[in-house]
């Protein structure tokens, strides 16, 4: 680290705490030839996760659009807004885990729709409808087919 009063790189570290939630360290440090003291803050360096979408296309990864997109699974259903976004939460942290840079889009909705079977049938057919885009009348009562049988 450079001095920021002489320029000169060597230092000591006098003091060390998290700070920011512990998203940073804050470290008050003393340059060894001048004696002044200053301080640095340590930071993550966080990537952010790219979606790669049917079509080939890549974004960034929006909590933001997924939460939107299961509040209108579960409008007028008796579904909290902090079990949503647990929801969200719990497949962000599990995307974070197992992704370094890239996910594919349908490894998103997979997750999504596997917390949304637990948490509210109906919620998961209307997200599912809309996922797995059902062309007809068929598709829709097939999803809703095997719904019954892996309940039974």
Known sequence: ???????????????SRSSNEDKSVRRRRECLKCKKRFTTYEYIEEVPLMVIKKDGRRESFDRNKIISGIMKACEKRPV??????????????????????????????????????KLDEV????FASVYRQFKDINHFMKELKDLLNTKK
């Open 123 to 126: 919620a998961y057919v209307r």
């Open 80 to 117: 909290s807004v902090e079990k949503i976004e647990a929801i969200v939460d719990k497949v962000e942290k599990e995307l974070q885990k197992n992704f370094d840079k890239e996910v594919k889009a349908q490894v998103i909705g997979e997750l999504l729709m596997e917390n949304l079977h």
């Open 1 to 15: 680290m450079k001095c920021p009063f002489c320029s000169h790189t060597e230092d000591k570290v006098i003091d």
